[in-house]
């Protein structure tokens, strides 16, 4: 319908479809034909058009919008005062500017994990095929601040005494605490964002990344998530609540537990002003947030991103919890390193684990500009969702499949083109199972043939929850580096569903790995699939 409105001065004559507007842009008068008008009652024909055009306005609004029509009359009184004449037309927006996908590559790696701190000490002890799992001991529960018998009866009741658990000290490979917990911060850091400090220094080294012009650090982003945060402070404040002691609460009680203070401290030690982010998405957090980082260099955001997933989670309140859940493997407590099992008949449950992973995501021109060390590109992030259960896959693995399939998609890559996959397989009995047939469904005869290498690192590095994906999409990465695709431990009975060529590595393989994939899959049904491949 046709409708008149008056705006600064002027009355503008407006086609619309039920609904009204006001266009406040004046344009010449040769576009008065254009979807919206304006007309001056200055002019005796101009004023007989509008009369006209408003009568039949209001014949045509329906009996619904009496309130508005009684308006229109008044509105159509004004326009008869004598105006200036300019004429409106409707003009859309132009589409926002066309930018064709950048290409991402991945220059720096840092980690820490079970088998070590360091990129070197890890890789070398995965591909050796050693085991960072050991026994639980109850000093391991951070619950200092409770008296001993309350400790011990905690521990007693613990399905699980098993974890793979980051070695401290100042020797070679152990993560050294003095620097990143007992620095001047300390006391607004917890272990899991020291351990982003850390994994964040190793791999801007590695990459030769640390700028120090203003116009680099507004162009370099952070993306570092979490799967817990920190449980242990969370109880010691529990504690101080029963204990009537909540005014002796640290101020830096919330900025030590939030999850995006990974990020947050980060981006405040090297002055990066880049996106800032942080992803939570359970076990698929470290690949969601090296995925959302390459997205982000992809559209422009950024040109450099540090991105990964960190986690600190060995403490009572977290471990309880899962082994409530009954997630985590109790079958071989007295044999901590064989208790992680991927894929093996006799597997019961995950390992818990803690530790990060970090990489320097840059854009590709950038890379070569610089003269940059280039490790593999990202070329497909697959996301998908079970819409199924809290904690378990559907057993059609629909979930894997999508997630796998549209990184394929992305990348552009054939299926017979990945040579390697780094398996999320935590050591359930259900979630391993799906897992393998996904894949099978995915690759069909590349992976049935036994040209498709497959594993699950976390035999040696346990379940490491919010940081396993980023750890495990850097294994992916060396693997393609290296050339070697590393081993599965304890694979001592595969599982049926198995044969002789469709098995996983029970042992490091040197071969060539142009394009590798690792997956990552959480609680709540949320999937990732990381694809990279080889730039020359």
């Given at each position: ?305 540090v991105a990964g997933g960190t986690e600190s989670s060995i403490d009572a309140l977290s471990i ?217």
């Amino acid at each position: 319908m046709d409708v008149i409105f008056p705006h600064k001065g002027r009355v503008e004559f407006v086609k619309v479809m039920d609904s009204f507007s006001v266009n406040p842009h004046p344009i010449s008068r040769r576009n008065r034909g254009g979807f919206l008008s304006s007309v001056s009652a200055s002019d005796e024909s101009e004023k007989e058009r509008d009369d006209s055009n408003a009568y039949h306005t209001t014949r045509s609004v329906k009996p619904s919008l009496s309130s508005e029509i009684a308006h229109m009359d008044s509105l159509r009184r004004i326009a008869r005062r004598p105006i200036g004449c300019r004429f409106f037309s409707a003009r859309t927006f132009d589409p926002p500017p066309y930018a064709s996908r950048r290409r991402v590559v991945v220059t720096g790696l840092g980690m820490i994990t079970p088998l070590g701190c360091g990129i070197e000490t890890t890789w070398r002890r995965l591909v050796e095929g050693q085991c960072g799992i050991r026994a639980l001991s109850p000093a391991d529960l951070k619950m200092d601040s409770f008296d001993e018998a309350t400790m011990m009866h905690t521990f007693e009741q613990l399905t699980s005494k098993v974890a793979a658990i980051v070695p401290c000290g100042n020797g070679q490979g152990q993560f050294d605490e003095q620097p990143w917990l007992q620095s001047k911060d300390h006391r607004a850091i917890s272990k899991f964002i020291a351990y982003a400090l850390c994994s964040t220094d190793e791999a801007l080294r590695d990459a030769g990344w640390l700028p120090t012009e203003s116009g680099k650090k507004e162009r370099t982003g952070v993306s570092i998530g979490g799967g817990i945060g920190s449980m242990p402070d969370i109880l010691d404040a529990a504690q101080m609540i029963c204990e009537k002691r909540l005014r002796r609460l640290s101020p830096f009680f919330i900025p030590k537990i939030l999850i995006n203070m990974a990020s947050g401290h980060v981006s405040m030690k090297y002055g990066f002003q880049g996106p800032n982010h942080a992803a939570v998405t359970a076990c698929a957090t470290g690949a969601h947030s090296i995925g959302d980082a390459t997205r982000m260099i992809q559209f422009g955001d950024a040109d450099v991103m540090v991105a990964g997933g960190t986690e600190s989670s060995i403490d009572a309140l977290s471990i309880a919890g899962f082994c409530r859940s009954r997630a985590l493997a109790s079958k071989y407590n007295s044999l901590p390193q064989e208790s992680s099992r991927p894929f093996d008949c006799d597997r019961d449950g995950f390992v818990i684990g803690e530790g990060c992973g970090v990489m320097v995501l840059e854009e590709l021109n950038h890379a070569i500009e610089r003269g940059a060390k280039i490790y593999a590109e990202v070329r497909g992030y697959g996301m998908s969702g079970d819409a199924y259960h809290i904690t378990q896959p559907h057993n059609d693995g629909k979930g894997a499949i999508l997630a796998m399939t549209r990184a394929l998609e992305q990348s552009g890559l054939h299926p017979n083109q990945v040579d390697y996959i780094n398996a999320h397989a935590t050591s359930t009995p259900l979630g391993d199972a799906v897992e393998a047939n996904a894949i099978k469904s995915v690759f069909l005869d590349h992976a049935t043939s036994g040209a498709l290498a497959f594993s699950s690192t976390k035999g040696a590095t346990g379940h490491l929850l919010g940081a396993a994906g980023s750890v495990e999409a850097i294994f992916s990465v060396l693997a393609i580096h290296h050339g070697i695709a590393p081993p599965t431990l304890n694979l001592l009975k595969p599982d049926p569903l198995f044969d002789d060529k469709y098995i996983p590595l029970s042992a490091p393989k040197k071969m060539e790995i142009r394009a590798a994939i690792s997956n990552s899959f959480g609680f709540g049904g949320t999937n990732a699939s990381l694809l990279f491949a080889s730039v020359t």
